[in-house]
């Protein structure tokens, strides 16, 4: 009986996954959910695709880094090039696989040389790294500059980002059950020992970072494809720092608490819009008093599994026979 309870778990996930999205496109193609609302969920797809990737880094292969929004930017413009030229959907999805190539080439050859270093330096050689990306790109003509690039077609939907996202979340929750992931995971504990332990600390350091890259690139191709207008400096220090903010308030070591962070963060800077003179202020208040309070995090190094709503469900129902 336990086997086939076992056996059941991956097609609940498949079920859920599709009600879901299934749900959310009858709710657009009804207009109940509107373009404000769907830029809104586009927003928080994309950083929850940044926010997963980077946290496979920092969260479980230990290595703080700062530059995520450089391999984002990287993604972004090359996507956006390519549609500037080629508007199909084929120059879409083409755009959007050479900006992760190239952005998890870029990681490769940027964490070869950094990932040697620990701590604080390595999150001022990597942010060092995204700052020259941005520069190169405000200085080259083909990205027009500073001015940016404009009236990119969009292709990227509903359908996509939700594809994207899960794609990304389940390539690095198996990565990490795998003997590799495993392996960043230790370095995090203890790097030294790690080491003793006869593990290549560089070769699956810079494996993470590569992996984070490629999904960052992703991310912004997204990005590009959705909100017509690229700007270098959108990708500039305060973007890698909304990101490392979401995996922080996520919990390190979560992928369940990046994506609930990403929503809650969302959802509290649309309810804020309303104030727009105060609105920095009260929602980095907010982030202190949850730190304060919850410093680990909202869910800690812990996950969100079916277990947990199978328990809420029995709590329930005993709550309701005790009546």
């Not at 899960?166 to 370095?187: D, E, M, P, Q």
């Not at 593990?199 to 590569?210: C, E, L, M």
């Not at 819009?273 to 410093?295: E, G, H, K, N, T």
Request: glycine fraction near 10%; charged fraction near 10%; charge should be positive.
């Amino acid at each position: 009986m336990k086997k086939r309870m076992t056996g059941l778990t991956p097609l609940r996930k498949w079920l859920v996954l599709i009600f879901t999205f299934a749900i959310v496109q009858l709710l657009i193609q009804l207009n109940i959910i509107n373009d404000y609302l769907q830029a809104t969920i586009a927003t928080i797809f994309i950083n929850i695709i940044l926010a997963v990737s980077l946290n496979l880094i920092t969260g479980f292969t230990g290595q703080f880094s700062l530059g995520h929004a450089g391999f984002m930017s990287i993604g972004a413009y090359v996507c956006g090039l390519t549609l500037l030229r080629i508007p199909t959907i084929g120059g879409f999805l083409a755009g959007l696989l050479t900006g992760a190539v190239l952005a998890a080439i870029v990681g490769f050859l940027v964490g070869l040389p950094t990932l040697r270093l620990r701590g604080d330096y390595l999150a001022i050689a990597t942010l060092g790294m995204s700052e020259i990306i941005r520069i190169v790109f405000i200085n080259l003509e083909i990205t027009n500059g500073a001015a940016g690039l404009s009236g990119i077609p969009r292709f990227t939907n509903w359908a996509f980002l939700y594809i994207f996202a899960v794609g990304t979340i389940l390539l690095i929750s198996n990565f990490l059950k795998s003997t590799h992931g495993r392996a960043c995971i230790s370095i995090r504990e203890d790097e030294i020992a790690a080491e003793a332990m006869g593990i290549n600390t560089t070769k699956y350091k810079v494996t993470a970072f590569t992996i984070g890259a490629f999904c960052a690139g992703i991310a912004g191709a997204l990005y590009a494809s959705y909100f017509y207008y690229l700007n270098p400096n959108t990708f500039g220090f305060l973007k890698s720092i909304d990101v490392l903010v979401i995996v922080v308030l996520g919990g390190m070591g979560s992928l369940s608490g990046s994506v609930l962070a990403a929503i809650l963060l969302a959802i509290i800077s649309t309810i804020l819009q309303d104030f727009s003179d105060l609105r920095m202020v009260i929602y980095a208040f907010l982030l202190i008093i949850i730190m304060i309070f919850r410093p680990q995090g909202l869910m800690g190094s812990k996950e969100i599994t079916f277990k947990v709503f199978r328990n809420l469900g029995g709590l329930l129902s005993a709550r309701k026979g005790g009546k």
